[in-house]
């Protein structure tokens, strides 16, 4: 693993030159612990050690931002602008400041949750591990947030406005109502409204209709508790209390399957005249809302993931 090296995390001196850490994990230590010691990299290392080092510490960077739903949220802010009619520059726009803006939430949340995450032992999280270090996550953090800001507003004042309120929701989540009984409304206001991001970008802006508001608020509700029943052993040990974790796993589970559900029938049927492709989804939603209920093992887990994988498909295709 790749850490910057010297004072703090991050900084630090060898023979007067700023260096590179790696720290290096030996297994089967006689007390049955990691042994662990740090080689520094200097300016004057092998080449090759210190583009090892920077491309760890990369890998760390774009792990610690939580890739899958930054990437997952961003190819739904750009289909759904794509299916509104904006031109090539105003979609990258879109997209563009959708990114960053995961980005954000993404980077921020690992910070936040960085003892919580290494009092558990998570091998998954980079700053658990010293992949990379929270001055690093930190830097890039900031970098994002001052980008996401920019490209927001020139969105334009409406659309603009609107996303650093969505993005405040996620950060909000991470820092505070991620541990209270509230934790699924930033969700369900971010999954909601992040549609009219797309449509106020127009000119003129328009509003989206009420159906996509609230099938993307039920998506994201619905995504919530999904995301989270992975977790709940290591959040509870950490005090962690959201809505899910009080509920149990088989109620935010069952729960989850209901409203991914009832996002489907609202996004078939809202428009009005659905053709059949939109009834052919709906009858696949129907096969994984029993599969969800009935299964066992990590089977319902995996089938409540694949509604809310269909819901997206139809929101997009008939928004």
Sequence with gaps: ???????????????????????????GAADGQDARHCLVVGKSADPKLRIVAVVTATAGLVRACHPEPTLAVTALAGLLALRLGHDAGALVLVVAAVFTGQLTVGWSNDLVDAGRDRAVGRADKPLVTGRVSARVVGVALVVAAVACVVLSLALGLAAGSLHLVLVGCGVAYNVVLKRTSLSWLPYAVA??????????ALD???????????AGALLGVGAHLVNVLPDLDDDAA???RGLPHRLGPARARLIAVIVLAAASVLVVLGPGRPPVWAW????????????ALRGGGSTPFRAAMAIALVDVVLLVLRS
């Design 191 to 200: 999954f909601g409204l992040l549609p009219a991001v797309a449509s106020l």
């Design 1 to 27: 693993m790749v850490v910057p090296s010297g004072r703090g995390d991050d900084a630090g001196e060898l023979g007067g030159q700023v260096g590179l850490r790696i720290l290096v994990v030996r297994q």
């Design 238 to 240: 950490t005090g962690v």
């Design 280 to 291: 052919a989804g709906l009858g696949v939603v129907g096969v994984l809302v029993v599969t």
């Design 204 to 214: 003129p802006p328009v509003w989206p209709p009420w159906w996509m508001v609230a």
